[in-house]
């Protein structure tokens, strides 16, 4: 069963992810309406913006991104320490960060494999109708039959044996067996599916 199971997965998260797909795109008419909305005012800010108002900002924070990463190569070139022993264990440092980071992100993207693929079988479940069938068949074994009256019991069983006796003729009289009540029944019937 375990290889049917890890068959079904992948299967399974591909339905997740395409139900996913399918409840983002319901919500694309909605953004577009909104970009709709939104766009006049955007074009009437950049048909009213001056040319040279914006060459001088760019000019401006161009100028300060020059001076800033002047600034930093300085400080990095003023603080590379020579030591080749200290640099060589700081690789190694990084590199056992390096395994440890994968490491996380790949028990992380097998957990939200596992989530995406539960989410497509729900989905599958849920298009089959099977979620009604399990909600039935459990309500079914839950609920017992009704408790019956001991005077109808009574009533019951000596019809049953009067009958017997009428069949049989002068046979001895035979007891009456329990009847399984319908929730055995299909229990029974589920465990010989």
């Known amino acids: 069963m375990a290889i049917i199971d890890e068959l079904r997965t992948p299967l399974y998260f591909a339905a997740g992810t395409a139900d996913l797909a399918v409840r983002q795109a319901r919500k694309v008419p ?9 766009a006049p005012a955007r074009i009437d800010a950049v048909r009213k913006t001056d040319p040279k108002a914006v060459q001088e900002k760019v ?7 020059q001076a800033t990463v002047q600034s930093k190569f300085a400080e990095v070139v003023g603080g590379l320490d020579t030591d080749l022993k200290k640099l060589g264990e700081t690789a190694q440092d990084l590199a056992l960060r390096g ?5 996380e992100y790949a028990v992380k993207a097998r957990e ?6 539960a989410h497509g079988e ?3 479940r849920a298009w089959r109708g099977e979620v009604a ?3 039935t068949e459990i309500a079914v074994v839950v609920e017992p039959e009704p408790a019956r009256k001991p005077e109808q019991e009574a009533a019951a069983e000596s019809e049953a044996e009067a009958d017997e006796g009428a069949e049989a003729g002068k046979a001895p009289a035979r007891k009456t067996t329990a009847r399984r009540t319908s929730a055995k029944k299909a229990a029974v019937a589920a465990e010989t599916e």
């Open 112 to 117: 939200k494999y596992e989530e995406v693929a």
């Open 59 to 65: 000019t401006a924070q161009a100028k300060e991104a």
């Open 133 to 135: 069938e399990e909600i």
């Open 30 to 38: 909605g953004l577009i309406e909104q970009l709709a909305a939104e």
């Open 122 to 124: 729900e989905a599958v």
């Open 99 to 103: 395994v440890g980071v994968a490491a």
